[in-house]
């Protein structure tokens, strides 16, 4: 039988354990090592509300709806307020440039357009010009327009129509240009009358059914330049700066600073006369908005019309609110 050998108790004990501390400290400094380079190589994870903080921008440019509000808190109470007290029914639109949906109050009846509808005309004759590779508008078209928008003359657009009727084949073919400028403007539904005019109407497309809404929105279009060039826009819109005085009632009477617009009225068959306006305030500005307002005289006057127009520019003017917004983009391309 073998005899049992010993250790010393001490010495190869402690030698052991100095091993073993050694090793599974170099096992834990590689172990950290490794896991630094794995995680510098992994996108790092933040907690929801890091998310939250870091997914808006400082300065965002995606408004809010409460930014795109273009009248006062109270603006419908004061509507009512003051629909009690004209002599007639109106209705109004209010769009702000660039985005935002219309604020429309009263109604929205579709109703003539009458010499409103002599800009997206103009527009359609620019915008046939320049598809040719041809100025806007010719030396003497721009003299017809001049007299056209200003002074709301008719046979100066009739003969700008007629302009426009040889681009493009005709009375029909006319009218689609006009009804296509409405399309490219965000109008979806307003259709370009062609029939002959009624008594005591002097143009085909003045009949042409337009809601305020649809105005307000074909001209918030036409002003943030999606219709037109920057130079060609410009031209139009100080056009309308240039309204004559004796056809500034209305948002030309209301007290804005920065105004351009254009009206229209003519009388139903009954001898009714509707009147109304579309226009842009501010348009200078990416502050600005678009507006149409369309009166119903009771008594079916024309001056209780421009009466009426007269009033709730003025209103507007107390309760609009035109707030910076960012820059207008078409969504037309």
Known sequence: MGAHR????????????????????????????????????????????????????????????????VLA??????????????????????????????????????????????????????????????????????????SAITESD?????????????????????????????????????????APPPPGAVTTFGQTPWSASAAATFFRAFADGCLLSAADTGYLLGLMREIVPS??????????????FKGGWGPDPAGRYLVRQSGIIDSRSFGGVSVSIVAFPASGSFTDGTAIVTRAAQWLHRELRLTPREKPSCRNG
């Not at 657009?157 to 965000?186: H, N, P």
């Open 6 to 69: 010993t250790r010393p108790s001490g010495v190869g004990r402690s030698r052991r354990n100095r091993y073993l501390v050694g090793a599974a400290a170099i096992l834990a400094i590689s172990a950290i090592l490794l896991s630094l380079v794995a995680s510098a190589g992994r996108p790092r994870r933040t907690t929801t509300h890091q998310r939250a903080e870091t997914s808006q921008p400082q300065s965002s440019s995606r408004l809010q709806p409460r930014d795109l509000r």
């Open 154 to 194: 008719n046979q100066s657009i009739l003969q700008l129509f007629s302009a426009l009727e040889k681009l493009d084949s005709g009375l029909a073919g006319a009218s689609r240009a006009v009804e296509a400028v409405l399309r490219l403007g965000g109008d979806a539904d307003t259709t370009v009358t062609t």
């Open 247 to 260: 056809e500034s009632w209305g948002l030309g009477s209301g007290g804005f600073a920065s105004i351009a």
């Open 73 to 146: 808190s109270g603006a419908s109470r004061s509507f009512e307020r003051l629909r009690a007290e004209l002599p007639g029914r109106v209705e109004i639109a209010v769009t702000p440039l660039g985005e935002g949906q219309a604020t429309v109050l009263g109604g929205n009846t579709p109703a003539q357009g009458w010499s409103v509808t002599k800009v997206p005309v103009l527009i359609a004759l620019m915008k046939a010009h320049a598809d040719l590779g041809e100025p806007a508008l010719s030396r003497s078209e721009r003299a017809l327009a001049h």
